[in-house]
């Protein structure tokens, strides 16, 4: 195991009736700014519950985060941020609102030209200042209630980058797993699937000697794999919900894999499918983990057998063999919970697969656990799930 530093500094408010505590968590006497989405929080009654519990604080409100939040939209919230000297920031909805105002956050304080350059020289700028938020978690996959990661798209480039920073934790996040009642079955299931792979992607890289980390991975898997269908057979089954939000809150908080090699090859493939095509995000690397697992299975292979055996009670077989049957349970599970894991399911053709590669050729820095996928590889993976 690796030498490794691990703080997470955010409160996490859990259960059923807390959003009603969020009036002893905002800052007195400061001007705040509220973020949302396309007006869901409205239908299931969230929006309500948020200002009856904000009554008497100074708060505008900025409406009309995307799903895949772009660019072009966040930095509206910026200059309004500027002009109306906001302090505080307060994310209601899910994963998507809140990497928007985080970046929201870090722009707000950014003293030069392009807030851009988080995310396209992510490791030349880096983010040292940002307003403090604080969350209402409607809808578990990201993990970002508990973490400082956020991802941006770019329409005018058809580009969709990640940055992060410990400055863009939030304060506090508010996980009241009622909200998951009113959730379309389409977002329950993108959330199945996005906390699945974020384990995945701090887990299947190679052994580091790190038996509390692995067995912390599976059993978020585990988890996820039994609560998941339970939830989707019944929205309201509060156990299964709050185990499911639970899950996906742990899957990307920092505690698994403190100490280990980690992936995210699958992410920044799958970014480019959402850039170009606006799938969704958790069925974008539902179509490339598969690949990723078949191309780069000698590379991968002791930690793709534990999973199998340990996670998928694949024991027997020759080493080929039961790395076919791991990537194929995995398939189906996917598969089980409404996600569909193939190109064409998309209307995804080869052209994008070229288009895609050319964007890696042209960014000159290879991917994955020992950054040694380039695009010959990622071409692969792709045509894999062609």
Avoid: C
Avoid at 228 to 237: I, Y
Avoid at 249 to 259: E, K
């Amino acid at each position: 195991m690796y030498n490794f530093e691990f703080k997470n500094p955010v409160k996490i408010l859990f259960g059923k009736g807390k959003i009603s505590k969020l009036s002893k968590e905002l800052p007195k006497h400061k001007k705040i700014l509220l973020t949302y989405g396309g007006g869901s929080i409205f239908k299931n009654g969230i929006y309500d519950q948020v200002k009856e519990a904000t009554k008497g604080f100074d708060m505008i409100e900025f409406r009309g985060i995307e799903a895949n939040p772009e660019y072009e939209t966040v930095m509206k919230a910026v200059e309004i941020v500027k002009n109306e000297k906001i302090d505080f920031l307060l994310s209601v909805g899910g994963g998507s609102v809140l990497d928007a105002t985080k970046f929201i956050a870090a722009a707000a304080l950014y003293e030069d030209d392009d807030p851009w350059d988080f995310l396209a020289k992510r490791y030349e700028v880096i983010v040292e200042k940002a307003l403090p938020i604080g969350a209402v978690l409607t809808l578990p996959a990201t993990g970002s209630e508990m973490n400082g990661n956020s991802v941006i798209t770019r329409v005018e480039t058809q580009e969709k980058l990640a940055f992060g920073s410990p400055y863009l934790m939030p304060q506090f996040s508010i996980l009241d797993p009622e909200v998951i009642y009113s959730l379309p079955e389409r977002q329950i299931s993108n959330g199945i699937v996005d906390a699945f792979i974020h384990v995945i992607e701090q887990y299947l890289t190679y052994p580091v000697n790190s038996p509390l980390q692995d067995r912390m991975a599976e059993s978020v898997l585990l988890t996820l794999i039994e609560e998941g269908p339970k939830v989707l057979a019944d929205k309201t089954n509060y156990d299964a919900a709050a185990n499911f939000m639970w899950s996906a809150t742990m899957a990307l908080n920092g505690i698994i894999s403190v100490g280990l090699p980690q992936d995210w090859g699958t992410h920044q493939i799958g970014h480019e499918l959402t850039a170009y095509h606006g799938i969704d995000h958790a069925q974008t690397i539902a179509i490339v983990l598969p690949g990723m697992m078949n191309i780069r299975r000698k590379e991968k292979e002791a930690k793709i057998l534990q999973y199998a055996e340990r996670v998928w009670n694949i024991k027997e077989g020759p080493v080929d063999e039961r790395i076919d049957k791991a990537i194929e349970k995995t398939v189906e599970f996917f598969e089980s919970v409404g996600v569909k894991t193939k190109l064409p399911d998309y209307g995804v053709s080869i052209e994008t697969v070229d288009k895609i590669t050319e964007r890696f050729e042209k960014r000159g820095k290879k991917i994955g656990e020992k950054a040694d996928v380039g695009p010959d590889q990622i071409k692969l993976i792709l045509e894999d799930r062609l």
